[in-house]
């Protein structure tokens, strides 16, 4: 069974946690402040990482971000008190892939689990388009052979426009497909400054290029060198 590793400082609720998603069968590691998190996750990285924001040593926060950079495919659910539009959205820009805010129900809590292991991104083939090589597994786009690092939504927003070349969707469904479960908290804004930093990442690699083009009204669609 994947290994869990539960970042949270307070005992009443990882005792739950613990208590709830080894009864459904998952192996549970538990770390009780950000700093030891982080040494934890270098030394042995989990399948999926519960976190909660407000922590000792390491904000949470900031332990996210360095996961994004080291370890930009592995799955974290949020889990925090701070249950604010700005809060979730805040965790979600900066790479996590749920946000369940306390106090919670058990129920959904290990049903956010088990949908996110079974829609994580090393499940989803490569995809190649022209010039373009995506490997969701490793969070990473090759464009003519260089690679560019990406994070989880980034990777996300690609796939969806890379398996429907030259088609436009809509924000709602970039959105949708994105952000998922957290769709409804979210505005068309976060993915357009989705695609704003997506397409800088992209106009340093291939500055002469304009791969992902906005159709006014509507939404994006991705276009291809001829």
């Known amino acids: 069974m994947p290994r869990i590793l ?17 009864n459904a069968g998952y192996r549970c590691d538990l770390a009780e402040d950000g700093s030891k998190a982080w040494l934890f996750i270098q030394e042995q990285p989990p399948d999926l990482i519960v976190l909660d924001l407000g922590l000792p040593g390491l904000p949470g926060l900031e332990l996210l971000r360095n996961l994004r950079k080291s370890f930009p495919h592995l799955p974290v659910i949020i889990l925090s008190a701070r249950d604010a539009v700005s809060d979730r959205v805040c965790g979600l820009e900066l790479g996590a892939d749920d946000y369940v805010g306390k106090p919670f129900s058990n129920a959904e809590l290990l049903a956010r689990v088990q949908g996110l292991f079974r829609r994580c991104p090393q499940q989803h083939p490569e995809i190649r388009r022209g010039p373009l090589r995506l490997l969701p597994e490793h969070c990473e786009l090759q464009i003519d052979g260089e690679s560019l690092q990406l994070n989880l939504q ?11 070349t030259g088609r436009c969707f809509s924000r709602n469904q970039l959105l949708n497909s994105v952000y998922q479960e957290e769709a409804p908290a979210l505005s068309d804004r976060s993915i357009d400054q989705l695609v704003t930093r997506l397409r800088r990442k992209l106009k340093r690699r291939s500055p002469n290029q304009e791969f992902i083009h906005t159709v006014y009204g509507v939404g994006y669609r991705l276009e291809l060198p001829s």
């Open 6 to 22: 539960i970042v949270e400082d307070d005992a009443s609720i990882s005792d739950v946690l613990l208590f709830v998603l080894r």
């Open 154 to 164: 980034e990777t996300r927003l690609l796939e969806q426009l890379l398996g429907g």
